[in-house]
């Protein structure tokens, strides 16, 4: 059996303002973030009070329901603030950074030589659990639980993604210790995809079954490769990492610090000069965007891609699990007629008075105007073109949306995670939101059944 993976089900977006492989490091920023919100499933308890201080791999909180799992401050400083929502829900931690940073230092770990349950306390005390997530429920992994394989996507499909095999260049040393530690939580295989053309620092290392992928998006998501190798079945559990964790989690291995670096790509039209920045978790968005200029006034900052990143603000804070920041121009204009006259400046998969299809390579500058309002949900068989999942897309959203989880099982939404939606979501003529309506979905069945 082949270990390639070939899709013909996605869509590529070619956008404008595509990173250049040249790096620099960002302006050192005043305040972290760390924002609860992207952690699903868990119930936050506070370690530190306003006002105190810490280091940096001091933990600042732990789970309620697994007291374990430590989430740690990326800097030295002063928590100035603890913003709370409805209940007095911990929603989002700000930490004034210190002019001396400190770190918290671990004794180093022997990892070829030390069991599954001491690395497991390892990276618990450490702070880099949270980077180990689980499938079903898109949550982070259970630290009690033995998954039946790991799966890395080394692969970016995205649109504007980081290039993986120039960010990852020279971490060989990291990743290999990251792997070797995760060899030993799973009686599986640890999977890793890697690009069919690329040259990826992945591919060399050893423990791990590589997987050629070639295709459009989302043959670079996880979901989309696990799908293809080793499917999850009711009852099964699958773990997933992203690449740049596994450096967090390598130099916490070999180091016995954490450390919260990234390199970011700030892509997107509306970036002067777009390229890599070497930043930290939680660092504000504007001590990188404007370095590299920015085109107009009237521009949208996202976190994250594209298609799954969250709106933001230009002083707003980076991502725990984000490497892309994008600056597009704001879609608040409306054409007269648009929707009746011949289209060439933007993507579609019809061909009515569209003619995107006929130039499959052209990088187009598109806003975010969604081009429609929100309407009822109509059958069109768009959905099943973008989605080369073995499910039925339309049915498993309508299942979440009504909230009936024996047929949420059945369509397999464990199998699936909000970003394998993302394309359905940018083809829908309803304009539904298929990112959310998953997530609570997700929600949902975790907290009745997970």
């Not at 913003?83 to 004794?107: D, P, T, Y």
């Not at 009686?187 to 591919?203: C, E, F, R, T, W």
């Not at 976190?303 to 002083?315: F, I, M, Q, Y």
Request: some cysteine; overall charge neutral.
């Amino acid at each position: 059996m082949s270990k390639d993976i070939r899709i013909k089900k996605g869509l590529n977006i070619n956008l404008v303002g595509a990173a250049e492989q040249t790096t620099s490091k960002a302006v050192l920023s005043n305040v972290y973030a760390i924002n609860l919100s992207e952690f699903h499933g868990v119930t936050p308890k506070l370690l530190v009070k306003q006002g105190g201080v810490v280091k940096a791999g001091e933990p600042l909180f732990f789970d309620k329901n697994q007291e374990d799992i430590m989430f740690v401050s990326p800097v030295s400083g002063e928590l100035i603030e603890v913003e709370r929502g409805a209940r007095r829900r911990v929603l989002k931690l700000r930490i004034q950074a210190s002019k001396e940073q400190e770190s918290v230092a671990h004794e180093k770990v022997d990892v070829a030589s030390a069991s599954a349950e001491d690395l497991k306390a390892y990276l618990l005390k450490g702070g880099c659990w949270p980077f180990i997530k689980q499938r079903p429920y898109d949550v982070i992994a259970k630290p009690s639980g033995t998954p039946k394989a790991i799966f890395i996507s080394g692969y970016n499909s995205a649109p504007l993604a980081a290039d993986l095999d120039y960010v990852l260049k020279g971490k060989e040393t990291q990743l290999q210790a990251a792997i070797t530690a995760l060899s030993k939580f799973t009686s599986g295989k640890v999977h890793v995809s890697v690009g069919k053309s690329g040259n990826s620092p992945l591919a060399s290392l050893n423990g791990v079954e590589i997987h050629k992928v070639s295709g459009p998006h989302p043959v670079g998501l996880v979901g989309t490769q696990i799908n293809k190798i080793d499917p999850i079945n009711k009852g099964e559990v699958v773990w997933t990492v992203a690449p740049q964790d596994l450096i967090t989690i390598g130099d916490l291995l070999l180091t016995g610090v954490f450390n919260p670096e990234r390199t970011v790509a700030l892509v997107g039209s509306s970036v002067k000069s777009p390229k890599y920045y070497t930043t930290k978790i939680g660092a504000e968005i504007s001590t990188f965007l404007y370095a590299s200029g920015v085109n107009s006034e009237n521009f949208r900052v996202i976190n994250g891609d594209v298609l799954t990143g969250n709106k933001s603000t230009p002083d707003g804070n980076l991502g725990y699990y984000n490497v892309t920041v994008t600056a597009i121009p704001e879609g608040d204009d409306y054409e007269l007629f648009g929707w009746n006259k011949p289209i060439f400046n933007k993507i579609s998969t019809t061909k009515a008075l569209t003619f995107s299809w006929l130039t499959p390579k052209k990088k187009f500058d598109l806003t975010t105007n969604t081009n429609g309002e929100h309407r009822a949900f109509v059958v069109t068989g768009q959905y099943e073109e973008v989605f080369p999942l073995d499910i039925y897309p339309m049915q498993l959203l309508k299942a979440c949306m009504y909230k009936d989880l024996d047929e949420m099982e059945q369509l397999g939404l464990y199998e699936v995670a909000p970003e394998d939606f993302s394309l359905t979501e940018f083809v829908c003529i309803s304009k539904q939101p298929h990112q959310e309506i998953i997530r609570e979905g997700l929600d949902l069945l975790y907290k009745e059944i997970g």
